[in-house]
């Protein structure tokens, strides 16, 4: 056994209004991992590269459900690249299902609203993921880029994937 951070998928998707932390949480505890989740998400208080705890963010793996290395560390998603991962590499979501390729995920995109480097973008983040308005957009990312962080715009009403990362090793 050795430190890692864990990515994971909510058990469903979601539209623009999300109290996605809360859920992260939730969906954690229900799957009986202990430590703290919190949404891949910048919100109006955090920008989503300070998510994780810094002391955790520059030598702990990122890892699925299932230990296999998505990212080298938290820090290596925001190096401008887009957050590129191996495809091949499943991502999880708290009941073991994969989001890649389990039709519960229609869309294969996750919501981030972040720049590449996982500053929030205020105009593009569902205000602040309390609107499923079809009038306001969200910065989400096609998982089939293999970019967690790709920049492209989605109505708040699309029911995409939402991740969560384990924001400090316990």
Same mark, same amino acid.
């Given at each position: 056994?050795?430190?890692?951070? &864990?990515?994971?998928?909510?058990?469903?998707?979601?539209? #623009?209004?999300?109290?996605?932390?809360?859920?992260?949480?939730?969906? %954690?505890?229900?799957?009986?991992?202990?430590?703290?989740?919190?949404?891949?998400?910048?919100?109006?208080?955090?920008?989503?590269?300070?998510?994780?705890?810094? %002391?955790?963010? &520059?030598?702990?793996?990122?890892? *699925?459900?299932?230990?296999?290395?998505?990212?080298? *560390?938290?820090?290596?998603?925001?190096?401008?690249?887009?957050?590129?991962? *191996?495809?091949?590499?499943?991502?999880?979501?708290?009941?073991?299902?994969?989001?890649?390729?389990?039709?519960?995920?229609?869309?294969?995109?996750?919501?981030? #609203?972040?720049?590449?480097?996982?500053?929030?973008?205020?105009?593009?983040?569902?205000?602040?993921?309390?609107?499923? #308005?079809?009038?306001?957009?969200?910065? %989400?990312?096609?998982?089939?880029?293999?970019?967690?962080?790709?920049?492209?715009?989605?109505?708040?009403? *699309? &029911?995409?994937?939402?991740?969560?990362?384990?924001?400090?090793?316990?």
């Amino acid at each position: 056994f050795f430190p890692q951070l &864990h990515l994971v998928a909510l058990n469903l998707p979601f539209s #623009g209004d999300v109290r996605a932390d809360f859920q992260c949480f939730q969906q %954690a505890q229900l799957a009986g991992l202990r430590s703290t989740y919190r949404a891949f998400l910048s919100s109006h208080l955090q920008d989503l590269a300070t998510v994780v705890r810094k %002391a955790d963010r &520059h030598h702990l793996p990122i890892v *699925n459900l299932k230990g296999e290395i998505l990212f080298d *560390n938290w820090e290596s998603i925001f190096n401008g690249d887009g957050g590129q991962f *191996n495809v091949h590499v499943p991502i999880y979501s708290f009941d073991g299902r994969n989001v890649m390729t389990d039709p519960s995920w229609p869309q294969k995109v996750i919501w981030h #609203g972040s720049t590449a480097s996982g500053v929030r973008l205020v105009t593009n983040y569902c205000e602040a993921w309390r609107t499923a #308005g079809t009038g306001a957009v969200g910065q %989400a990312s096609p998982l089939n880029t293999g970019k967690l962080l790709e920049q492209n715009l989605y109505s708040c009403n *699309n &029911h995409l994937i939402i991740l969560c990362i384990e924001n400090s090793f316990v």
